[in-house]
C-alpha cells in the first residue's frame, strides 16, 4: 500500500514537472553591451539554453526557402525591428523545441511591438522570471563592435549600421526596459568591466 501511494505521488511530482511552463530570462541592452558573452558563460555554469533573437533571424535570413529572408537582411542593415510575427515565431519554435524548462532569450523584446506580441503569444506558456540588463557606454559598445566586425562577417557590424542600432535602441528598447523597471522585473548590471566582473554580478542574481 505504502508502495503504491509513494508511486502516485512520484507520478504526480513527474507529471507536473513535465507540465510546468519554461521560465524563461530575457537579456537586455545596447548593441555590444555583452548580452552574447555572459550568455554563454550562464549556459555553463546554470544550464539554461540559449537563444538569441538576433542569431535565430540571421539563421532565418540564410535559410534560401525562406519567404521572409530578404525582409530581414533590410531590416539588420538598417537596425530596425523586424515585425514580431516573424521573430516571435522563431522563438516560439525554438523554446519548444529545445525541450528546456530554464531559457534566456537573448535580445528580445526590443520595442512595443515585441512586447504586445510576446504577451499575445507566449504570455500564458512561459514564465517571466526577470530581464536581465547590461548597462554599458556607447562609445564602449562601439569600440567593441568594431572590433567583433573585423572577424564576425555580420552585416550591421559596421559604423552606418551601428548608429542606426544604437537610435533603435535608444528611442524603441530603452522604453522597454523602463516599462519592465516599473513592473519589478529589471536586474540590471553594469557591463563596463572585463567579462569576468560582470559575470560575478551575473551568477549572484541565478544562484
Ligand atoms: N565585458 C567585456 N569587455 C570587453 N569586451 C567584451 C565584453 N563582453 C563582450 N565583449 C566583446 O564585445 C563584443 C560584443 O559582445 P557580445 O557579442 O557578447 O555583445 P552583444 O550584446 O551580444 O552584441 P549584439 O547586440 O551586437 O549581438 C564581442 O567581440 C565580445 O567578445
Ligand atoms: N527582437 C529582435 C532582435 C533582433 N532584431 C534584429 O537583429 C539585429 C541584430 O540583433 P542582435 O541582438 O544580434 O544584435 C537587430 O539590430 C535587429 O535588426 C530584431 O529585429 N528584433
Ligand atoms: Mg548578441
Not at 537579456?27 to 553591451?33: A, F, N
Not at 532565418?60 to 530596425?80: C, F, H, M
Request: charged share 30%; glycine share 8%.
Amino acid at each position: 500500500m505504502i508502495f503504491l501511494v509513494n508511486l502516485f505521488f512520484r507520478q504526480i511530482k513527474h507529471l507536473s514537472h513535465k507540465m510546468s511552463k519554461p521560465e524563461v530570462v530575457m537579456v537586455l541592452g545596447g548593441p555590444g553591451s555583452g548580452k552574447g558573452t555572459q550568455c554563454s558563460k550562464i549556459v555553463e555554469k546554470f544550464g539554461y539554453t540559449h537563444l538569441s533573437a538576433g542569431d535565430l533571424l540571421r539563421a532565418e535570413r540564410n535559410n534560401p526557402e525562406s519567404t521572409v529572408g530578404q525582409l530581414i537582411a533590410n531590416y539588420i542593415k538598417d537596425g530596425k525591428i523586424v515585425p514580431v510575427e516573424i521573430t516571435c515565431g522563431l522563438l516560439d519554435k525554438a523554446i519548444f523545441a529545445s525541450g528546456s524548462d530554464k531559457i534566456l532569450v537573448d535580445g528580445f523584446p526590443r520595442n512595443q511591438e515585441n512586447v504586445d506580441g510576446w504577451n499575445k503569444q507566449m504570455g500564458d506558456r512561459v514564465s517571466l522570471k526577470f530581464v536581465l540588463f547590461f548597462s554599458c557606454p556607447e562609445e564602449v559598445c562601439t569600440a567593441r563592435i568594431m572590433e567583433r566586425g573585423k572577424t564576425s562577417g555580420r552585416t550591421d557590424d559596421n559604423i552606418k549600421s551601428l548608429q542606426k542600432r544604437f537610435i533603435t535602441y535608444i528611442n524603441e528598447t530603452m522604453p522597454i526596459v523602463r516599462y519592465y523597471e516599473d513592473l519589478g522585473k529589471v536586474r540590471k548590471v553594469d557591463a563596463d568591466r572585463i567579462p569576468e566582473e560582470v559575470f560575478c554580478d551575473v551568477e549572484k542574481l541565478f544562484s
